[in-house]
Antibody, heavy 119, light 106 residues
Framework: EVKLVESGGGLVQPGRSLKLSCAAS????????MGWVRQAPGKGLEWIGE????????NYTPSLKDKFTISRDNAQNTLYLQMSKLGSEDTAIYYC????????????WGQGVMVTVSS | DTVLTQSPALAVSPGERVTISCRAS??????MHWYQQKPGQQPTLLIY???NLESGVPARFSGSGSGTDFTLTIDPVEADDTATYYC?????????FGGGTKLELK
């Protein structure tokens, strides 16, 4: 069974950094692109970015490229999202997801982790 | 960025046929995908590459379209289909999602 479990969320002050993790199991992690999507309270989905199998290609939505960094550790079957200079606009549920079609679509999603940016 | 436009909401009765549209601001070929998100849950994949039904998804769901105009059809609609439906394109960078269509059952 494919499982994706995010962790590392919580309350963080504006301007600070936070690193999210996504533990993957039930599939061969190093065979898949992986990505992050977020959803602000009551809003729609926003694509953050994606990373290929060996981390040689990482794509971001342009508005977040200077703030967020996606990485992965294939030995640990874990995906990461490093977030810096956080503002209230970054308050959202953050989902990690498996790309089922080579940088195409997300066929499995984690349950999400909440990040709240507030003083 | 490629903007995907969806109608905000629809209301239908169980047993009816419903079509949810997604219009792209530029061509996305057939790299359009559809997700269902029920309240308090993560999204789930319904349709990939415009018309391919994801494994385990009921055959009541279908997708069509190419270029800039795409449709998700549910026929017949069931009470459990109450959810928000999102389209997503992966032809152009960055990948983008539509704003979502909230489907309510009468």
């Amino acid at each position: 069974e494919v499982k994706l479990v995010e962790s590392g969320g919580g309350l963080v002050q504006p301007g600070r950094s936070l690193k999210l993790s996504c533990a993957a199991s039930g599939f061969s992690f190093n065979d898949y692109w992986m990505g992050w999507v977020r959803q602000a309270p009551g809003k729609g989905l926003e694509w953050i970015g994606e990373i290929n199998q060996d981390s040689s290609t990482i794509n971001y939505t342009p508005s977040l490229k200077d703030k967020f960094t996606i990485s992965r550790d294939n030995a640990q079957n874990t995906l990461y999202l490093q977030m810096s200079k956080l503002g209230s606009e970054d308050t959202a549920i953050y989902y990690c997801a498996r790309d089922g079609g080579r940088a195409c679509y997300f066929d499995y999603w984690g349950q999400g982790v909440m990040v709240t940016v507030s003083s | 960025d490629t903007v995907l436009t969806q109608s905000p909401a629809l209301a239908v009765s169980p047993g009816e046929r419903v079509t949810i549209s997604c219009r792209a601001s530029e061509s996305v070929s057939t790299l359009m995908h559809w997700y269902q998100q029920k309240p308090g849950q993560q999204p789930t994949l319904l349709i990939y590459l415009a018309s391919n039904l994801e494994s385990g998804v009921p055959a009541r769901f279908s997708g069509s379209g190419s270029g800039t105009d795409f449709t998700l059809t549910i026929d017949p609609v069931e009470a459990d289909d109450t959810a928000t439906y999102y389209c997503q394109q992966s032809w152009n960078d960055p990948r983008t999602f539509g704003g979502g269509t909230k489907l309510e059952l009468k």
